[in-house]
């Protein structure tokens, strides 16, 4: 560990540096384009307030230049404007993308300096970046855009956040902490609501803070608006701090379902705080509204995660569009929602929730990766632009500070947390069997972080109603900042320092699996034997119900039959055939391998085993042709095999396992490998030879700069050289490597490869390990997972060619993906 | 309070059943009750019948061997206390119940009389030794076939269900002698946390 250290800090302090240039260069290219933006954009703005003025001008200025046209056109002929510029035309369209590229550049950015994001969360970067932009925007003396919208908010940026969270939420532990999470997340909302609230109150009665305008309802409607825990923040800080499951998903569905309590208490003050009295009968049809803003939104979400299952049950002939059914079903079950003023966000959970197992088993493994891709890009460029604009809107803003109102806010937000917490952990824990400590309570306490959801809400205020609007609003932003900034950068050092217990990786093995369900039916039997209706009992009703009837309604042909158990496995034996695929290893001697055969009784389609008979075919150009398609796609596919999970970059799988023998297996495939180099070359195909996937990723990534910098930093013959793949030898049918040939780069390359193996081992080794440390920022990870990788990566790769080639490790395995994913 | 204690009047050296197991009185009660009304013909023993008769543990895939362990071995029938002491395996685990070291000698002289020797109250042993038929410390592979065969019901082929067992027999398997043992089990199942997340909750 000490070496690798001391090997790579030179190369690494320098990329740093670089890096750090190249992202200064970025800033401020970006800072132009938005700045000669904001400038151009303005006076369009302030048009569009009043839009039907606008439209008149325009066509004011269309019917002007037609008269000018024609009036011209009696005496000399104009020539015709051969370039024009009419940037209205793209004007807002162009903007949102470049403020998505802005985004997207950012996160980048922030990815590209490891130590930064190690210290700081990725959030408070993104809110510094906004503070920069507006910054920039004003200082150029333009009016900055109200971009943190509240429809904009609501309808565009939070949805794809919390879809993605509602359909990747672990229902497991999500449900056996449900008591707990909705006591925080009711119970704990209505009393950090009504305390603060009732609090702040009586602090702007004191005199000399000159509040003593404000009354109790706005008072009150403040409360209920700042003391809702956001799902946004929540998400961003916990993320990063990889903290166990159970702490992770108290205080994330605290953050979920609060939603329904904020949407309530937010309308009721609303109401009230106009009419001025307030009867017990009011709160009993508070009461009624909560349990039908959330029902409902269940219910809501619930049909249409239903329907969609149902749809994707009819898919199987248009794969292309089963991803969006997923989008679509839910995005409509969020509108619905949010129509009748049901809390979306319950629904958009309960719909990703529902859907999930049906649709999962009914659409293609192609379409799966592809509803996953869209979900983490969707949400991660929503959470970063919501950062970003949370902090152009507090340059924006008209701001009314007031150090009382804003100090006490604070301290108040804080206290009844953290009384909250601890009070209803008192009554909790007499319920609980896994007692919450005083460390959970803690971090329960401090992850409380609050978001854009409650500046939204402010927002959304009528300043007619609420002449302290802009104050209300101030407060907010600085009660945001301040749990963003303070408690979100020192959670992770905290969590450290109380050793709170991190989150394991998330390896699910079919050991567990079966255990598990033997372990679910015992207790549900001795259940049974007590006469106990408890929550095994339950459980197994609705499982059994679940497989008698819906499954079959949902889930088309016959793999509603299939048990769990059953698809599990698939999907595990499935992952490693994959990888045993790319790794070029496995597929050839079958018989070294006792699970590789085990996996052919299951789906002998998968790997024939007359492939190996395939091998030795003649080539013609055509198929060369798509030989490199294919391994060019195969090289990506290595690159994206990731070892934890992350929300922002696809998920490893949680089925990803058997790795240690898998291990084993690969080091006999690997001595197998070397016997069969020696004495067959013919069986070598002029591959792009192996590259280790961060090398790929980063020439992708950033083209020259990293070439040369890569090749400055290295000892080991620059990799680089053998990416262009070239026919070796044109006009021969046959793919013959003559391992003499001087034209052949790539034939020396593997010559290279065996000679100096055991040089390269540890310079590629270190320089893999350190780039991918930087790559994927906070990951945990230990020293020897990427070792083991590269070696395996090493090992494997020693003739990836052909069986690349031959066996496409797509998943095309399954039956149903017969047909080619594009029609 | 008053039929508490009456009904904790009729059983016998209940204040030591308590003790042992750690059950409060309302829960001796309750188990009791239950126990009397599985008991048909009141003889004070329940039999195998008896359980079969619970028509949701008859749906149960592991219904049989759920109702096996009640009894020991050459035994047909479990009288209240054996039954009540088995199902304390399934409380939670419990820091306020006084652990071995407090009453040492109590415990385990009366636990020794159970069916499982060595025991510790876990419930991870108790599945092991439902999977383990033969009791031989290993689960081998045909009783996980077993095992699997009744609970995926059927629906599966054989060739198929012995992949399954020889994945998951490789797979646990460390010291490489095709069987699973009570410490290969252990630690397959150590991320599940079991004994936390699966118990019963009414019988802390």
């Not at chain 1, 943190?148 to 309808?155: E, G, K």
């Not at chain 1, 959970?349 to 649709?359: D, H, Q, S, T």
């Not at chain 2, 008896?50 to 749906?59: H, K, P, S, T, V």
Request: glycine share 6%; hydrophobic share 40%.
């Amino acid at each position: 560990m000490s070496v690798r250290v001391a090997l790579h800090s030179p190369t690494g302090s320098r990329s740093f540096l670089e890096r750090g240039l190249l992202l200064l260069v970025m800033l401020i290219f970006l800072e132009g384009t938005v700045l000669t933006l904001g400038a151009a954009s303005s006076p369009d703005i302030s048009a569009q307030d009043n839009t039907g003025g606008g439209h008149d001008r325009r066509d004011d200025h269309r019917g002007i230049a037609g008269s000018h046209e024609q009036t011209n056109y009696t005496y000399t002929k104009k020539a015709f404007p051969v370039l024009s510029l009419d940037y209205h035309h793209i004007q807002v369209p162009f903007e949102i993308s470049l403020w998505v590229l802005l985004a997207s550049l950012m996160k980048l950015g922030f990815h590209l300096i490891p130590r930064l994001s190690g210290i700081v969360p990725e959030s408070c970067l993104l809110i510094v970046v906004g503070l920069l932009v507006g910054g920039l925007i004003k200082l150029a003396g333009e009016e900055v855009p109200p971009v943190l919208d509240s429809n904009l908010f609501f309808l565009c940026l939070l949805p794809p956040i919390i879809l993605d969270a509602g359909y990747f939420l672990p229902i497991r532990p999500f449900m056996e902490n449900i008591g707990t999470i909705l006591m925080f997340a009711v119970v704990g909302t209505l009393w950090n609501a009504f305390f603060v609230g009732g609090l702040l109150y009586a602090v702007c009665q004191i005199e000399g803070t000159y509040l003593s305008q404000v009354e109790l309802l706005p008072c009150l409607l403040f409360g209920s608006i700042i003391s809702a825990v956001d799902p946004v923040a929540v998400l961003a800080v916990f993320e990063e701090i990889h903290i166990n499951e159970l702490l992770h998903i108290l205080v994330f569905g605290e953050s979920l379902l609060n939603d329904a309590v904020t949407v309530v208490l937010y309308h009721l003050f609303e109401e009230y705080s106009g009419a001025g009295e307030v009867t017990p009968m009011d709160v009993v049809l508070g009461v009624i509204c909560f349990l039908i803003v959330s029902l409902g939104g269940i219910a809501v979400g619930a049909i249409y995660g239903i329907l969609a299952a149902f749809t994707s049950r009819f898919t199987s002939h248009t794969r292309v569009i089963e991803p969006l059914f997923v989008f679509v079903y839910s995005y409509m079950a969020y509108l619905s929602a949010e129509m009748f003023h049901l809390s979306g966000i319950m629904a958009l959970i309960a719909c990703g929730a529902v859907m999930r197992p049906y649709v999962e088993a009914n659409i293609s493994h192609k379409s799966h990766t592809t509803v996953k891709y869209f979900l983490k890009m969707w949400s991660s460029v929503s959470e970063t632009l919501i950062f970003i604009f949370l902090g152009v809107a507090t340059v924006a803003g008209p701001h009314a500070w007031n150090w009382t109102f804003v100090s006490v806010t604070v301290i108040l937000c804080l206290v009844s947390r953290v009384i909250g917490v601890v009070g209803l952990t008192f009554i909790i824990n007499k319920f609980r069997i896994v007692k919450l400590t005083t460390k959970d309570q803690f971090i329960v306490a401090y992850g409380g972080l609050r978001g854009a959801i409650a500046f939204s809400l402010g927002y959304l205020l009528n300043k007619d109603h609420f002449p302290m609007r802009t104050m209300f609003l101030t407060a907010i932003i600085t009660e945001i900042f301040f749990t963003v900034f303070v408690q979100g950068m020192t959670i992770k050092p905290l969590v450290d320092l109380l050793a709170v217990k991190k989150k394991q990786e998330a390896k699910r093995s079919i050991n567990e699996e079966i255990h598990t369900q033997f372990l679910d039916h015992l207790l549900t039997g001795i259940e049974d034997i007590c006469g106990h209706y408890g929550h095994h009992h339950w459980k197994d009703k609705l499982n059994r119900f679940n497989k008698k009837y819906i499954k079959k309604c949902l889930i088309a042909g016959e793999r509603y039959k299939e048990p769990q158990l059953i698809a599990f496995y698939h999907k595990m034996e499935f992952k490693q055939a994959i990888e045993l695929v790319e790794s070029g290893g496995g597929v050839k001697l079958p018989s070294a391998m006792p699970s590789q055969v085990s996996m052919q009784n299951i789906q002998p389609k998968k790997l024939p085993p007359a492939v190996a008979e395939r091998a030795l075919p003649q080539f013609t150009k055509g198929r060369e042709e798509e030989i490199r398609k294919i391994l060019r796609s195969n090289l990506q596919k290595t690159r994206q095999r990731l070892r934890s999970y992350n929300r922002h970059t696809l998920v490893a799988d949680p089925f990803e396992d058997g790795w240690n023998d898998f291990l084993l297996k690969k080091q006999r495939m690997i001595e197998l490998e070397k016997k069969m180099t020696e004495m067959s070359n013919y069986l070598t195909v002029p591959a792009a030879p192996p590259d280790s996937p961060t090398m790929c990723r980063a020439r992708l990534a950033s083209g020259d700069d990293f070439k040369a910098e890569k090749a400055g930093a290295k000892v080991i013959p620059d990799p680089n050289a053998f990416y262009n793949i070239k026919a070796s030898s044109e006009g021969v049918p046959t793919i013959q490597v003559d391992l003499a040939s001087p034209q052949s780069p790539d034939s020396v390359n593997m010559l290279n490869e065996f000679s100096k193996r055991g040089a390269k081992d540890q310079g590629l080794g270190q320089r893999e390990v350190a780039t991918r440390d930087e790559d994927q920022g906070l990951m945990m990870k230990p020293s020897s997972a990427g070792k083991e990788e590269k070696g395996e990566e090493e090992g494997g790769n020693k003739n990836p060619g052909l069986m690349r080639c031959l066996s496409d490790p797509g998943p095309s395995n399954e039956d149903e993906e017969d047909e080619p994913f594009l029609p | 309070m008053g039929s508490t204690n009456s009904t904790l009047s009729k059983i016998p050296n209940v204040e030591e059943l308590m003790q042992e197991t750690g059950f409060t009185p309302a829960h001796i009660v309750r188990l009791y009750d239950r126990f009397e009304a599985l008991d048909k013909e009141k003889t004070g023993h329940l039999r195998p019948q008896d359980f079969g008769a619970i028509n949701r543990l008859a749906m149960n895939p592991i219904g049989d061997r759920i109702i096996g362990a009640f009894f020991s071995p050459g035994q047909e029938t479990v009288d209240f206390h054996s039954f009540v002491r088995i199902l304390a395996h399934f409380r939670p685990a419990d820091k306020k119940r006084p652990k071995d070291p407090s009453m040492p000698e109590p415990v385990n002289s009366r636990t020794s009389k159970l069916k499982y020797p060595p025991l510790v109250f876990s419930l991870i042993s108790v599945a092991f030794q439902l999977y383990d038929q033969d009791k031989d410390g290993k689960i081998s592979r045909a009783e996980l076939l077993q095992v699997l065969r009744s609970m995926l019901e059927m629906q599966v082929t054989e060739e198929q269900l012995e992949s399954i067992a020889d994945r998951t027999i490789q797979e646990a398997d460390l010291d490489k002698d095709d069987a699973i043992s009570f410490e290969e089990f252990r630690k397959s199942l150590e991320k599940v946390n079991i004994d936390h997340k699966m118990s019963i909750r009414f019988l802390r």
